[in-house]
């Protein structure tokens, strides 16, 4: 195993922890109603993008990447009990972070668009009703989730 890969492995073994379990499901709770409207101004935005444009089309956003983004959003903010689902989670991450190298997406483009999903989950969170110290935790727990 390549050190990366332990390292990825290790990080996403400390983020979901009995500890986090309850923080994880109140932040599914509350992501998961308003993943395909975070989809959607995901694409709308990188449809936007002259970078992006060459990688991306309407009817391609509409029919497929739109309702895959929406599923991986939510997969990768459910709480993984145990290393079964964690080595599951991390597959599927390799799998998606394969396809964006096979189709040569700039690593600037990932980058841009992970801040976009960043944003509109930090806002989602920020319009409920999580207490300060609880909404601070869940947005620090999201940054390591999507980083």
């Known amino acids: ?11 996403l073994k400390e983020l979901h922890t009995e500890q986090n379990k309850p923080l994880f499901e109140k932040i599914l709770a509350l992501v998961q109603p308003r993943a395909d409207d975070i989809a959607m101004y995901f694409y709308r935005e990188l449809l936007n993008h002259e970078k992006a444009i060459r990688f991306l089309n309407h009817d391609l956003v509409k029919n497929r990447l739109r309702i895959t983004l929406a599923k991986w959003l939510c997969d990768s ?71």
């Open 77 to 147: 903010l459910r709480y993984q009990s145990t290393p079964d689902d964690l080595n599951k989670s991390y597959q599927y991450q390799r799998e998606i972070g394969q396809i964006h190298a096979r189709i040569d997406l700039p690593m600037s483009l990932v980058d841009y668009g992970m801040g976009l999903i960043k944003l509109q989950v930090a806002l989602v969170l920020k319009e409920s009703n999580l207490e300060r110290d609880e909404l601070a935790d869940a947005i620090i727990l999201c940054g390591q989730v999507f980083d």
């Open 1 to 11: 195993m390549k050190p990366f890969e332990s390292l990825h492995k290790e990080t």
